[in-house]
């Protein structure tokens, strides 16, 4: 299935399918900034904030990860994922340089079915290859309890909903 996004306001289709509230999550394998593989189970019995985006070299993307840094701290038994393109060591490298302890990368570098998976793949444009900026949050059992496609690839998530939903 396919969705359509903008892309400063051009039309992009997106592959895949999202999950949608209720839903269980789709298996996911990433690497993260240790090189290693992971997956959900990885995060097993925590609550999860996927922050997906296209790279944390974009204002946008830069902007929600420190969001998403700054609530984390007060979340309870919570882990927040930054998901992208980028190279373990590009988000490391961001994440030192800010002082971001709060949020882990994982990167679709070597997994890009993940894309596809999770229904993020940008499926034309310039920007194929990359994520779309979305973030779903799973419970401890790993079902959806939100989910957002943002629709204009320039703007922000809608935060408030998403920390909301983790009670």
Known sequence: MSTTITLRGTPVRVDGDFPGVGANAPAMTLTSGTLADVSLKDYAGKRKVLNIYPSIDTPTCAKSTRKFNEAAGGLANTVVLCVSGDLPFAAKRFCDMEGLANVAHLSTFRHPEFMKAWGVAFAEGPMVGLTV????????????????????IAQEPDYEAALKALG
């Open 133 to 152: 900026r979305a973030v779903v949050v799973l419970d401890e059992s790993d079902k959806v309890i939100h989910s957002q496609m943002v629709p204009e």
